[in-house]
């Protein structure tokens, strides 16, 4: 999977799922937000959230189709503590499936501050959704026909 902030969907497959997973006991509350484009202006299409229990993931589904989300952009805002005593740093992934396939992950690293002092490390990101070429045509000759 390229690590870029664009995922490439099949527009004819299932519904996306986004599954968030953290480790070492942290806690993690988030907001997912996606957005869609319309007369050069950001539009909320679907608003969710996704908190880890005590195993440390979660899974979403997201609700509309992939061929009515293609140039949609998927943000997310996450807010994180540990609540254990020694664990002060956690690996957090976030990917996308269709089909039972991983079309795309982030992974991070961060510092996180501990529960019990009322602090939460707040931060996010964003992704893309574009169409993911399907078919079996060759690419390869095509610099040739550029005329």
Partial sequence: MPKSNYCLIDLNGSALKINVTVNNGIRLGSVFILWEIK????????KFQIVTGDDGTAEFTIS??????ENDSLAWSINTCSLIPNADRG???ITVTQDGKNRWKKLSSRIVPKCETGKQL??????IFKHL??????????W???E
Wanted: charged share 30%; net charge positive; proline share 6%.
């Fill in 91 to 93: 690996e957090f992934t």
């Fill in 133 to 142: 070429i399907n078919n079996n045509l060759p690419t390869s000759n095509l």
């Fill in 122 to 127: 707040n931060f996010g990101s964003h992704v």
């Fill in 39 to 46: 007369n050069g202006k950001w539009n909320k299409k679907e």
């Fill in 144 to 146: 040739k026909d550029t």
């Fill in 64 to 69: 509309k189709m992939p061929k009515d989300i």
